[in-house]
Each structure stands twice: as structure tokens, then as C-alpha cells.
């Protein structure tokens, strides 16, 4: 078998158009543009390049992008005190604080900070919960990005085995629960699991999100099932700099149902599910109707 190729980035054009839409309509019938606010703390090259493409995206589907860029000995109190008049402005419906955070910064404290119905990230321990018990909440985008995708190949997610391998905040977990949200028989595995091989053999769906760089290997996968791999490893093989995920794509494609490419796949997806969720809370926050297709 030769699996389908599930294509996050022609996907996530799809969702950044569906988005751009929806501001269209707030800003029409209503003269509201939703603004998402992102804070940098230091000068980490990786996360100045990903503030840098979300502020390019959010202006690119009509909505108002705010960077705030602080210096890397900034106190926590200055921190908290910018948190809190984010939280007071009605022009932002959006906060993302770009991690990791500066080591004497407490993270938790800080994304604690931020109120729960601004929260895009979805990592409020309020919209945790929330994930947790079923009810209304901003969900990670990652495992929103993967749960799209995934709803998009199969339509019903109902009864299928689905192994998330990694139990990190950010992805496994929520991963996890919006996967027993949809009715899946769920499996968390992780780095201590025994027998992993036959555990993620079980498997119809696989997300892969452990950060290792290729340690899925196509002998793992049950025939036909659905891979879907977070990892973004960087690699020098041949003496070539490469990103690889956490599945080895060959092998894997060899043998499953459908695959996520590296990149191309699931990365894509994120962004886009930050501006969904930055849509869909500035929906909520004036009690419109949310954006359909949009929310888990
Ligand atoms: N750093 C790497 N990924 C993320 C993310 O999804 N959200 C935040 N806030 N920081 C990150």
C-alpha cells in the first residue's frame, strides 16, 4: 500500500481562507476586527521566527497583530502588568506568550496570567480543565490542527484505536482528550511504555509526538492505519541539513492508510489553528455564533 499524502499546507490554506472569511463578516456586520496580541520575552532565534510568521499570517486574513517584544532580563512583574493590560483591552481577543519563557521567569504564573477566554494557546489550567471534562474551552493548536485533518480524511473518528505517542501539555495530552472526545479508544504511550512496537501495531491512528527524530518505524504500523506526525527534527544526514519527524516517513508511508509529510504536514496547521482560535474568541467575547469547522 502507498499511503494518501495528507497535505497540512494545502489544508491550512483552506482554514487561513475559511478564517479570513469570518473576519470579513465581524468587521462587515459588526465593525469588529479581532486582534491577537503575541509576547516575545529575549531574542531565542526559533521563537523570533515564529512571531515573526504569525504576525505576517494574522495581518495576511484581516485581523489586527500586536507584537510585543520585551528584553530578556524583563522582571515578572513587567510581564504580568503587560498580561494584565492585555487582558483589559477590548481591541485584543487573542494572547499568546511565546515559550519557553527566560529561567527565572515561572511559566506556569505567567500563562496563568492571561484570561482564559484569551487564552489561543489553550494552556490556561481553566481551559485544560475545561478540554478535560468535555466542555467548551480554547484548545491547543497543534492537536487542533491534527484533529482537523484527521476529521477531514476519515469523517467519523467514532470506535477507531488512536495511540498518541508523548504525554507533553502542549500536544499528547490534549491530543489525547480531543481523541476520546470524537470516540476513540485511546492509548497514551510514552518513553517508559513497554512493548510500544505492539502497542502502536493496535493502532488506526497514530500521532506521533515525541520529538525523536524518525523513531516510528514502518514495521510498527498496521497496514492501512493513519499517521499523523507533530515531529519537526532537525537532522544532518550526508552532510545535509534536514527536517525529519518522529515517524521515518518511508518506511511508514509504505505501509499506512495516510500520512502527514515533515515538513508540510502538521507544522502548517498550527498558525492556522491560532487564528482559528483567535476568531473564535473574538466571537465568543461578543456572543456571536462561533465560525463552523473552525472549533473541536
Ligand atoms: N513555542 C513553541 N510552540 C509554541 C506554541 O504553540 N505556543 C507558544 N506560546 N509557544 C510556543
Not at 17 to 36: A, E, S, Y
Not at 129 to 138: E, V, Y
Not at 205 to 211: D, H, K, L, W, Y
Request: contains cysteine.
Amino acid at each position: 500500500m502507498t499511503a494518501t499524502i495528507i497535505d497540512g499546507k494545502e489544508f491550512a490554506a483552506r482554514v487561513r481562507v475559511k478564517v479570513g472569511d469570518h473576519v470579513t463578516r465581524l468587521k462587515n456586520d459588526h465593525g469588529i476586527t479581532p486582534g491577537l496580541a503575541v509576547v516575545l520575552v529575549g531574542e531565542d532565534p526559533a521563537s523570533q521566527v515564529y512571531v515573526r510568521s504569525k504576525g505576517k499570517m494574522t495581518v495576511e486574513v484581516g485581523m489586527k497583530s500586536v507584537e510585543h517584544k520585551l528584553d530578556i532580563n524583563t522582571a515578572e512583574a513587567d510581564l504580568l502588568a503587560l498580561i494584565g493590560q492585555l487582558n483589559n483591552d477590548p481591541e485584543i481577543h487573542g494572547i499568546l506568550v511565546q515559550l519557553p519563557l527566560p529561567k527565572h521567569l515561572n511559566e506556569d504564573l505567567v500563562i496563568n496570567s492571561i484570561s482564559p477566554a484569551k487564552d489561543v494557546d489553550g494552556f490556561h489550567i481553566s481551559n485544560v480543565g475545561l478540554l478535560g471534562t468535555g466542555q467548551k474551552s480554547m484548545v491547543p493548536c497543534t492537536p487542533l490542527g491534527c484533529l482537523m485533518m484527521l476529521r477531514d480524511h476519515h469523517g467519523s473518528l467514532s470506535g477507531m484505536n488512536a495511540v498518541v505517542i508523548g504525554r507533553s501539555n502542549i500536544v499528547g495530552k490534549p491530543m489525547a482528550q480531543l481523541l476520546l472526545g470524537d470516540s476513540c479508544t485511546v492509548t497514551i504511550a510514552h518513553s517508559r511504555t513497554k512493548d510500544l512496537a505492539d502497542v502502536v501495531r493496535r493502532a488506526d491512528i497514530v500521532v506521533a509526538a515525541v520529538g525523536r527524530p524518525e523513531m516510528v518505524p514502518g514495521d510498527w504500523i498496521k497496514p492501512g492505519a493513519t499517521v499523523i506526525d507533530v515531529g519537526i527534527n532537525r537532522i544532518e544526514r550526508d552532510g545535509k541539513k534536514k527536517l525529519v519527524g518522529d515517524a521515518d516517513y518511508e518506511s511508514c508511508a509504505a505501509v499506512a492508510g495516510a500520512i502527514t509529510p515533515v515538513p508540510g504536514g502538521v507544522g502548517p496547521m498550527t498558525i492556522a489553528c491560532l487564528l482559528a482560535n483567535t476568531v473564535t474568541a473574538c466571537c465568543r467575547a461578543h456572543g456571536f455564533d462561533e465560525p463552523e469547522g473552525l472549533t473541536a
